[in-house]
Nanobody, 115 residues
Framework: QVQLVESGGGLVQAGGSLRLSCAAS????????MGWYRQAPGKQRDLVAT???????NYADSVKGRFTISRDYAKNTMYLQMNSLKPEDTAVYYC?????????WGQGTQVTVSS
């Protein structure tokens, strides 16, 4: 069983920055594939970025060049640095972990970008 605790969401003006954190516990952090998804009101949950246990990253086209995903193995924590935020980035952001054949989700953290 994996437990995920997210933090770092909030309200920011367009052009601003936020950093989300996802602290993982309950299993071997080093073997996770991890990522961030987001869900805006009335829309499906979409992939934002992923990072493998080897550090390979992947980003949605809409966030490339603005968001950076990273992980700190010593702290069992994953981050999403979000720069140049736009109103269309407003959503609930979810931490995601894939371990063997199971997927785990955090509780979600709200990010609101005002114009």
């Amino acid at each position: 069983q994996v437990q995920l605790v997210e933090s770092g969401g909030g309200l920011v003006q367009a052009g601003g920055s936020l950093r989300l954190s996802c602290a993982a516990s309950g299993s071997n952090f080093r073997i996770f594939t991890m990522g961030w998804y987001r869900q805006a009101p009335g829309k499906q949950r979409d992939l934002v970025a992923t990072i493998t246990n080897g550090g390979r990253t992947n980003y949605a086209d809409s966030v490339k060049g603005r968001f950076t995903i990273s992980r700190d193995y010593a702290k069992n924590t994953m981050y999403l640095q979000m720069n140049s935020l736009k109103p269309e980035d407003t959503a609930v952001y979810y931490c995601w972990v894939h371990l063997i054949s199971s997927d785990y989700w955090g509780q979600g953290t709200q990010v609101t970008v005002s114009s």
